[in-house]
C-alpha cells in the first residue's frame, strides 16, 4: 500500500488541493492525516469535505480538539485563539462531529499516527529535537510513528537507544532501526520553506519521501484576509514561518 500522509492542513483549500493533486501523480492508494485540519485558514468545511472523500485514517490535532470543543482555548496563544473561536463559529455539524470522533492515536500495520507526541498525546509537547524524542521511542511498538504540531518536517532515528537525524528526503526504515518522522504541514508550513509539506509512504517497500509543492500561497493569503481573520495568519504565508 502506498500512502499520502498529511498534517496541520489547517484549513487552507489551496495547499490541500496542490498536495492532493501531487498525491495523485504519485499514485497514493491510501491517505493517512496526522490531525489539526481546521484553525488559521479561511476554509475549514471545504477542507474537511475534500478529505473526507478519501476516508482517511485520521487522527485528532489540538486545533481540532478545540474546534469541537473537547480542548478549552487557555493553552492556545491570542492568535491561535482568535482562530478556533473564527471556525468554531463557522464550521458545519458534520464536520464537528467528525472531529469530535477522532481518536488520539492509531496503528496501521506497521506504523503508529498521533499528532504531536506518543508519550503524552493529550499533553501536545512538542518533539523538536533528539532528545525530546526519546520519550516517544519509549511508547512506540511499532517501527514507525509519524507526527506533526510544529510544522517543521524532520525525521529521528532509534538504533539501541541512540537517536539522530535522517538528513535525505527519501529514505528507506532500515531493520533494527525505529523512527518519528514529521511530515511537516500541508496548509501552514513554519521551516522558512513557504511550499506545501506532505510524506508518501510505500508501506512495502518501507520508502519515506518528504515531499513539497508549490500552491498559490498569494489566494489562501488574501482569503485569510477577506475573512477578517489576523493579517499574520496571512502573511506568515508567504514566508513559510
Ligand atoms: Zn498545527
Given at each position: 500500500?502506498r500512502y499520502?500522509?498529511?498534517s496541520?492542513?489547517?484549513?487552507?483549500?489551496?495547499?490541500?488541493?496542490a498536495v492532493l493533486?501531487e498525491?495523485r501523480?504519485?499514485?497514493?492508494e491510501?491517505?493517512i492525516?496526522l490531525?489539526?485540519?481546521v484553525?488559521?485558514?479561511?476554509n475549514?468545511n471545504?477542507?474537511?469535505e475534500?478529505?473526507l472523500?478519501?476516508?482517511?485514517?485520521t487522527?485528532?490535532g489540538?486545533?481540532?480538539?478545540?474546534?469541537c470543543g473537547?480542548?478549552d482555548?487557555?493553552?492556545?496563544?491570542?492568535?491561535a485563539a482568535?482562530?478556533i473561536?473564527?471556525?468554531r463559529e463557522r464550521?458545519?455539524?458534520?464536520?464537528?462531529a467528525?472531529?469530535?470522533?477522532?481518536?488520539?492515536?492509531?496503528?496501521i500495520?506497521?506504523i503508529t499516527i498521533?499528532?504531536?507526541n506518543?508519550?503524552h498525546p493529550?499533553?501536545?509537547?512538542y518533539?523538536?529535537s533528539?532528545g525530546?524524542a526519546?520519550?516517544s521511542?519509549?511508547?512506540l511498538?511499532r517501527?514507525?510513528?509519524f507526527?506533526?504540531?510544529?510544522?517543521r518536517p524532520v525525521?529521528?532515528r532509534?538504533?539501541?537507544?541512540w537517536v539522530?537525524y535522517v538528513?535525505?528526503?527519501i529514505f528507506?526504515?532500515v531493520?533494527?532501526c525505529?523512527y518519528?518522522i514529521?511530515?511537516g504541514?500541508?496548509?501552514q508550513p513554519?521551516?522558512?520553506d513557504?511550499?506545501?509539506?506532505f510524506?508518501?509512504?510505500?508501506?512495502?517497500?518501507g520508502?519515506?519521501?518528504?515531499?513539497r509543492?508549490e500552491?498559490p500561497?498569494?489566494t489562501?493569503?488574501e482569503?485569510?484576509?477577506d475573512?477578517?481573520l489576523?493579517?499574520?495568519?496571512?502573511?506568515?504565508?508567504?514566508?513559510?514561518?
Amino acid at each position: 500500500m502506498r500512502y499520502a500522509i498529511l498534517s496541520d492542513i489547517h484549513g487552507n483549500l489551496e495547499a490541500l488541493r496542490a498536495v492532493l493533486d501531487e498525491a495523485r501523480r504519485r499514485a497514493v492508494e491510501s491517505y493517512i492525516c496526522l490531525g489539526d485540519i481546521v484553525g488559521y485558514g479561511a476554509n475549514p468545511n471545504e477542507c474537511l469535505e475534500m478529505l473526507l472523500e478519501l476516508s482517511p485514517a485520521t487522527v485528532l490535532g489540538n486545533h481540532d480538539a478545540a474546534v469541537c470543543g473537547r480542548e478549552d482555548l487557555e493553552n492556545f496563544t491570542p492568535l491561535a485563539a482568535q482562530a478556533i473561536i473564527w471556525t468554531r463559529e463557522r464550521i458545519k455539524l458534520e464536520g464537528r462531529a467528525y472531529l469530535a470522533s477522532l481518536p488520539l492515536v492509531r496503528t496501521i500495520g506497521n506504523i503508529t499516527i498521533v499528532h504531536s507526541n506518543l508519550s503524552h498525546p493529550s499533553d501536545w509537547r512538542y518533539i523538536f529535537s533528539p532528545g525530546e524524542a526519546l520519550s516517544s521511542f519509549d511508547r512506540l511498538d511499532r517501527q514507525a510513528c509519524f507526527f506533526g504540531h510544529s510544522h517543521r518536517p524532520v525525521v529521528f532515528r532509534e538504533s539501541e537507544g541512540w537517536v539522530d537525524y535522517v538528513e535525505e528526503p527519501i529514505f528507506h526504515l532500515v531493520d533494527g532501526c525505529r523512527y518519528l518522522i514529521n511530515v511537516g504541514s500541508v496548509g501552514q508550513p513554519r521551516d522558512r520553506d513557504p511550499r506545501a509539506a506532505f510524506a508518501v509512504f510505500d508501506q512495502e517497500t518501507g520508502t519515506v519521501e518528504i515531499v513539497r509543492v508549490e500552491y498559490p500561497v498569494g489566494t489562501a493569503r488574501e482569503k485569510i484576509l477577506d475573512a477578517g481573520l489576523p493579517a499574520r495568519l496571512a502573511n506568515r504565508l508567504l514566508k513559510g514561518e
